[in-house]
Nanobody, 117 residues
Framework: QEQLVEFGGGLVQAEGSLRLSCEASGIIFSLNDMAWYRQAPGKSRELVARINNDGSATYADSVKGRFTISRVNAASSIYLQMNRVTPEDTGVYYC???????????WGQGTLVTVAS
């Protein structure tokens, strides 16, 4: 069964840090590009960061220089280090896997991040 499980959400003060984790199972992790998306209250889901199997990463302009995405293939896991967070970073963060060839996507259930001002 394909599954992505996120960990690490919670309440953090503005200018603080938080680290999210996502563990994958039931997929061939090395064949998937992995990403973090988020959905703020009343807004559409947006891409935060993506990392390919070769380690190359892209970021939304709003998080560049503050967030870092990483992956450990041996652990079938990705991470999102969030630094200098702002209230605008508040939302549900979702882990996403996209197969490099079939483009099939798997989503996690999401983890809530709340940044207090």
């Amino acid at each position: 069964q394909e599954q992505l499980v996120e960990f690490g959400g919670g309440l953090v003060q503005a200018e603080g840090s938080l680290r999210l984790s996502c563990e994958a199972s039931g997929i061939i992790f090395s064949l998937n590009d992995m990403a973090w998306y988020r959905q703020a209250p009343g807004k559409s889901r947006e891409l935060v960061a993506r990392i390919n199997n070769d380690g190359s990463a892209t970021y939304a302009d709003s998080v560049k220089g503050r967030f870092t995405i990483s992956r450990v293939n041996a652990a079938s896991s990705i991470y999102l280090q969030m630094n200098r967070v702002t209230p605008e970073d508040t939302g549900v963060y979702y882990c996403n896997a996209r197969h490099r060839f079939t483009k099939r996507e798997v989503w996690g259930q999401g983890t809530l991040v709340t940044v207090a001002s």
